[in-house]
């Protein structure tokens, strides 16, 4: 086929596209994301029963704002990294903002802490179960990342796919809050933190193969 | 480079408005330069400029359907680099395995020789054409090939406009995709 053929089959009533498509796009994958992982983890884990209490409350809203950040700032690194030679545009470390800063509110929490408290403030009574929840729920929410991906074009795909991984798991985060009786900073810190992280490295490993264009 | 992004970039957001003139213009200005990109960057490996066309038709594919990823706030020229930055390390990793690790700062240069050969690739568009389904098959070739409009399609094959539309642009699509897979795999 010759090149000017392909150009002028190209060219030939070509038609206008239509700029906020990819935000519409985004905004959708994010709500339906946020909405599958919060029923998955209410219809698979169940809601905490023990909501009443006031303290309580405060470290679900916690947990929420946490999960809520890795997503926001997840989401926005996206749609860089979406476009060809978005991964020039910011350092991939930005993207883990979220988490460096909760991890030192969690250091200052267990300096101020009672010794003997430590245990149980990092370790919780949970950890292996919300090790394994978050990522298993993050599975839809990646889905959908992954679908809106396709229909882009990143040029790192390894990035991508692993900051794909990050919404995917702050998503499920915010869903298995909803269940985790865990409440330290700590613990939210370690343990939110660390299943977010599988997601992103499994994401980066996953994401040469599914985003190839 | 001879062309400027001043240049480019006013092309691409009249062609994202729908205006064909200017978007036959830039590819011609795009097909010169990524033709002269790809035969450095392949003749050299001992590679064909036969390949070379078939990766400036494959960039030309790409960034048609993906041409709603550039951000008119944004530069043009780094989101062509990209792009053809992307589709040659793949183009070379899906080719031979030795080629893997293709130095970055190498490829980055786009400032070669502007090349206006007569040129042709490997692909055959009557057999691209031939395996989609035949209503892209048909979108494609009224509307792309002998410029119909729209709604004329819509009429002939009485089916409405908006069907004609989504026919071409995943008939588009798939033909982007297969180029991207039939090259030497």
């Known amino acids: ?213 | 480079m001879a062309a400027n992004e001043a240049e480019l970039k006013s092309l691409m957001v009249k062609a994202l408005e729908g205006e064909s003139l200017a978007y036959r213009a830039l590819l011609d200005v795009m097909s010169r330069y990524l033709r002269a990109f790809f035969r450095v960057k392949l003749l050299g490996q001992g590679r064909s400029a036969t390949e070379a066309e078939d990766l400036v038709q494959e960039v030309l594919l790409a960034i048609h359907t993906r041409r709603h990823t550039f951000d008119p706030d944004k530069p043009f020229t780094p989101w062509m680099h990209a792009i053809a930055r992307y589709k040659l390390i793949d183009y070379l990793r899906r080719t031979r395995g030795a080629y893997a690790d293709v130095p970055l700062d190498e490829v980055i240069d786009l400032a070669v020789d502007v090349d206006t050969g007569q040129a042709e690739s490997g692909h055959d568009l009557q057999k691209l054409m031939k395996s989609l389904p035949e209503k892209m098959q048909r979108a494609i070739q009224y509307v792309k090939i002998d410029g119909l409009s729209v709604a004329e399609a819509a009429k002939r094959t009485s089916t409405s406009e908006s069907a004609i539309k989504v026919n071409i642009h995943r008939g588009l699509k798939a033909l982007a995709a297969t180029v991207a897979r039939e090259e030497k795999s």
């Open chain 1, 1 to 213: 086929m010759k090149t000017d053929d392909l150009i002028k089959m190209l060219s030939t009533n070509v038609e206008p596209t239509d700029r906020s498509k990819i935000s519409r796009e985004l905004a959708g994958v994010v709500l339906f994301g946020a909405a599958t992982s919060i029923t998955i983890a209410l219809l698979t884990t169940g809601l905490r029963s023990d909501l009443e209490n006031a303290h309580i409350l405060y470290f679900l809203l916690l947990k929420f704002a946490f999960a809520g950040m890795v997503v926001s700032f997840g989401v926005f690194y996206l749609s860089r990294l979406s476009r060809p030679g978005g991964e020039k545009m910011r350092s991939p470390l930005w993207a883990t903002a979220p988490l460096v800063a909760f991890l030192a509110i969690a250091a200052l929490a267990l300096i101020a802490a009672p010794v003997m408290h430590l245990r149980t403030m990092v370790m919780g009574t949970e950890w292996l179960e919300c090790l394994i929840s978050i990522p298993v729920i993050a599975v839809v929410p990646f889905a959908a990342v992954v679908w809106f991906l396709r229909r882009m074009a990143p040029t790192d795909l390894v990035r991508a796919g692993g900051v794909a991984g990050v919404v995917a798991g702050g998503m499920s985060a915010m869903g298995y809050a909803l269940h985790c009786t865990d409440d330290s900073l700590p613990f939210i810190a370690v343990w939110y933190g660390g299943a977010i992280v599988l997601c992103a490295l499994a994401g980066a490993v996953l994401g040469p193969k599914l985003l190839r264009w």
